[in-house]
């Protein structure tokens, strides 16, 4: 039982599909977008296969020790029959998503987290993913395997 | 209430009936003995009963006979002895100078001489537990530990002096910290006997409850994870799927569900196991 999903490959080859799109498993999506006054948005997005009903993550930052962010809306667009926690860790974002109904989690924009230009600044511009540990987990309890897909990258600041 | 089986001192008193929906059949037959039986009970949260660790627990009465507990005589002039159990301290009205000793381990079977006790004392701002090993006289070890109503995890560890006073106890409540005492006078102290329960007592009324009792003769018998519903010794959605199952109306689940230790499997929980798992 495969319930845990890694992706360690570098941002630069992180636009690449990791496993298989065509498969029934669900799907993790990280995907990075610049946004608005030079801010990067990490965007969470999740694939339902109608089964899954609770999650947990962690998206391991490929980021400088003074890396912080602004995770109040990381899963700020769950759907109402879900509720979730976010915490950034240092260079860690966990998060968990459960139906105290046990309901099937659809398809869904999870929520973003949002990085200030400083921030990258800080970094050198490095903003990136070296990992997601996720543990997908159907209505009976039983953990099924997700697909991770890492998108985008951030946008240096001055280039 | 279980006991594991595979360790040094056993006694099962969980017997499961055939059917996942049907109440489990819980027992105290395990035991070695069962004393001021009025007193105990066993169920699962399907009958009234709490848990703390799979699907029955033992409930004690304090409002009737001065003592009531099970016994264990599988220990046999133990030179080491590793202890754990669970106490629910919600339903026990202590008021000061009411105690109850919840959890003696003895030298000596047909005469038993306490060798360590583990004490609930009820007071002004609430209740104690406080362990006392023998040492010549009875000896305190480290401070009264204060006990919100609650499940309370209580681990101990005791070792007979292998020369002149160098026997020594530790001990921990919910593993916040550890107090210990050493270099105690015991070179010719064993432990042969314990007891969970009312052992003895002053006052007090309402009940307490009992669960995951388990003893060694040398590993360490280490609290349980808590939220770690599904037994499998990590924490994470599947505890939640797991609690959240059996909150509506589920079968029970085998690990420990009860995160916050408040007595009950409800929503609290879930949030409870949630912020485990992003470590909040």
Request: aromatic residues 6%.
């Amino acid at each position: 039982m495969n319930a845990r999903s890694r992706f360690t490959q570098s941002l630069a080859l992180a636009s690449l599909l990791l496993a298989g799109a065509a498969s029934a498993d669900p799907e993790f999506n990280v995907d990075f977008r610049p946004a608005e006054n030079g801010q990067t948005r990490v965007l969470l997005s999740y694939l339902a296969d109608n089964a899954v009903t609770a999650l947990d993550f962690t998206v391991h930052l490929d980021v400088p020790d003074a890396f912080s962010a602004d995770v109040s809306k990381c899963l700020g667009s769950l759907p109402k029959s879900h509720t979730g926690l976010c915490r950034l860790d240092g260079k860690s974002l966990h998060g968990v998503i459960y139906s105290p109904e046990n309901r099937a989690l659809p398809d869904a924009n999870l929520g973003s987290v949002l990085v200030a230009p400083g921030s990258l600044a800080k970094s050198g511009g490095q903003l990136g993913v070296s990992g997601v540990d996720i543990t997908t987990v159907t209505a009976n309890g039983q953990t099924v395997n997700a697909n991770v897909r890492v998108q985008g990258q951030a946008i240096p600041p001055g280039k | 209430m279980r006991i594991t089986r595979h360790h040094l001192y056993a006694g099962a008193v969980l017997m499961l009936a055939a059917g996942v929906k049907a109440a489990p059949a819980c027992s105290l037959d395990g035991w070695s003995r069962v004393a001021g039986a009025q007193m105990l009970s066993t169920g699962s949260p399907a009958n009234g009963h709490r848990r703390y660790q799979g699907e029955c627990g033992m409930h004690v009465s304090l409002d009737g006979a001065a003592s009531g507990y099970v016994e264990d005589k599988s220990p046999s002039g133990e030179t080491e002895y590793m202890a754990r159990f669970y106490l629910f301290t919600g339903d026990a009205q202590l008021g000061p100078g009411d105690w109850v000793d919840v959890f003696t381990a003895y030298r000596g079977e047909t005469s038993p001489v306490p060798e360590l006790t583990v004490r609930l004392t009820g007071g002004a701002d609430g209740a104690n537990l406080r362990l006392r090993a023998a040492n010549g006289a009875s000896t305190a070890v480290g401070a009264p530990v204060a006990v919100a109503p609650g499940w309370h995890g209580i681990a101990l560890s005791w070792q007979r002096a292998t020369s002149v006073n160098n026997g020594r106890v530790e001990w921990s409540v919910d593993d916040a910290g550890q107090d210990a005492l050493g270099g105690l006078d015991n070179r010719s102290h064993a432990i042969d006997l314990a007891r969970l329960g009312a052992v003895s007592r002053q006052g007090g009324s309402g009940g307490l409850d009992f669960d995951a009792f388990d003893s060694h003769r040398s590993s360490p018998a280490e609290l349980l994870l808590a939220g770690d519903a599904n037994a499998d010794k990590l924490v994470n959605a599947a505890d939640l799927v797991s609690v959240i199952r059996e909150y509506n109306g589920g079968a029970l689940t085998p690990g420990q569900p009860d995160c916050n230790g408040d007595g009950t499997v409800d929503r609290a929980d879930m949030d409870c196991i949630a912020h485990a798992i992003i470590g909040w």
